[in-house]
């Protein structure tokens, strides 16, 4: 078999990757080794963010490792470039507080509309399929070799994509062509919480929290957005987010929950005075439920350990303080972070001082080009992953199709 441009992966990074190399003229094929590609997507409950409705700067400066490198790909491909392609491939988004991009239908139907589009390209794509080598002559890369089925089928070719994502087959090749691949690490991973007062309503989904980081007493980090409450502890974008500088730190953090984080702490203080002046008979309970859903009251009232019978005339001012306490700064024992098969992204990766950053082709081994997480780039919770995923694809496969053009 002869191809001028062979993708390994089938994410995001490969797709695009691959979808570009075709647009520009080089028969591409695309193998992949699970039935379908993007198949973590499609299985997904719907809550993926497909990128950040940002400007390049303010997208490299979510990236914590890997930014300068980036600037080429993002320039060339940057999250407006992208709206736009999705719309080409009649993708609908959503786009949350401005920035956030989600798609609007059901991630398996998006997945499938990605795939169509691949089609539609002209790149054939090859599932259940596991490339095993990667050939070269003299250094420069000739192909590729993937099993199918228990058959061994070889692909001559002049550019390999390599986008195998952070798992370890894809680092055994780039070690196979001289590649050092840097240690893999969680970048964003959900938080262990002990002994969590919000242990009780586990499974509820707060839509927006505020999580605060303290060392020493002092600040460390902030983040907000969504907070699941999953067994043993919590996931969603803040505690992603957040879970960066978890990671980050060295020092003993601790943890702070803020449950109604668009309300000032005087505000709340001042509005409860009306309302108890309006109101007096009522409970806290359910005075609280004006602010909040009454379960999360329930836990906020036992936190402060305020009977829920209370009145809003008995309440103490002690109680107050305790009440506003519990509701603004409600404290997690955080044990750490869940373990890396759990993690959201990764860090580490090949590294980046063998590719050239401005058209992903390793200086190692010419004719290989790298994208997506197989490189070690680590971002911010936020859609940054999959753009950079999608921005390096895109680098790759229009350099990789001129590359086995012969006009690179
Ligand atoms: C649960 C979860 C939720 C996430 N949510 C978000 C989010 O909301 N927004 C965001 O920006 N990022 C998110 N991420 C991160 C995001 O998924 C990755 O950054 C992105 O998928 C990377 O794309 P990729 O193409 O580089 O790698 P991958 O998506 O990992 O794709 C690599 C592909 O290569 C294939 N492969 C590997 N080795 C071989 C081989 N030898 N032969 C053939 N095929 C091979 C794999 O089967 C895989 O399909 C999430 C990650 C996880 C795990």
Redesign the pocket.
Do not use: H, K, P
């Given at each position: 078999m002869k191809r001028d441009v062979v993708v390994?992966?089938?994410?995001?990074?490969?797709?695009f990757a691959a979808a570009k190399a075709a647009l520009e003229g080089a028969s591409t094929i695309l193998?992949?080794?699970?039935h379908e590609?993007?198949?973590?997507?499609e299985q997904?409950s719907g809550?993926?963010?497909?990128?950040?409705n940002s400007q390049r700067l303010r997208v490299q400066s979510k990236i914590t490792k890997g930014a300068e490198f980036m600037e080429t790909p993002l320039k060339l491909f940057s999250p407006n470039k992208l709206l736009i392609q999705l719309e080409g491939i009649g993708i609908p988004v959503k786009i949350i507080g401005e920035e956030f991009v989600y798609p609007m239908d059901k991630c398996s139907v998006a997945a499938e509309k990605f795939r169509a589009w691949l089609a539609h390209c002209g790149v054939q794509t090859i599932v259940d399929?596991?490339?095993?080598a990667i050939s070269r002559k003299d250094g420069t890369i000739t192909g590729v070799t993937?099993v199918q089925h228990e058959k061994t089928t070889a692909v001559e070719c002049s550019a390999v994509i390599l986008?195998?994502?952070?798992?370890n087959?894809?680092f055994d090749?780039l070690r196979e062509t001289d590649h050092v691949i840097n240690p893999i690490a969680a970048s964003?991973v959900p938080l262990v919480i002990e002994n969590s007062p919000l242990e009780k309503i586990t499974g509820t989904t707060l839509p927006d929290a505020r999580l605060y980081l303290w060392a020493d007493g002092k600040k460390k980090a902030d983040a907000r957005g969504v907070v699941k409450l999953i067994p043993g502890g919590i996931d969603g974008g803040a505690v992603l987010d957040l879970s960066t500088s978890v990671l980050e730190n060295s020092e003993a953090c601790t943890l702070s929950i803020d449950l109604l984080p668009g309300v000032d702490e005087g505000a709340f203080d001042k509005d409860l005075t009306t309302m108890i002046s309006e109101k007096g008979t009522a409970t806290i309970l359910e005075l609280l439920a004006t602010f909040i859903p009454k379960k999360v009251a329930d836990i906020i009232l036992e936190h402060a350990d305020i009977p829920n019978r209370t009145t809003g005339a008995t309440l103490t001012g002690k109680q107050r303080k305790a009440l506003r306490g519990s509701i603004f700064r409600m404290d997690l024992n955080l044990t750490g972070p869940f373990p890396i098969e759990q993690?959201?992204?990764i860090a580490g990766g090949c590294d980046l001082a063998a590719i050239n950053p401005d058209t992903m082709e390793s200086y190692v081994a010419p004719g290989l080009f790298l994208?997506?997480?197989?490189l070690d780039i680590a971002?911010r919770?936020?859609?940054?992953?999959?753009?950079?995923?999608i921005s390096?694809?895109r680098c790759a496969g229009q350099v990789a199709a001129a590359t086995a053009k012969g006009i690179a």
């Open positions: 390994i992966g089938g994410g995001f990074a490969g797709m193998i992949e080794q699970s590609t993007i198949s973590w997507f997904s809550s993926e963010l497909l990128t950040n399929a596991e490339v095993t993937f986008a195998t994502g952070g798992g087959r894809g090749l964003q993690a959201a992204s994208a997506g997480d197989v971002t919770w936020g859609g940054y992953s999959i753009q950079c995923a390096t694809g």
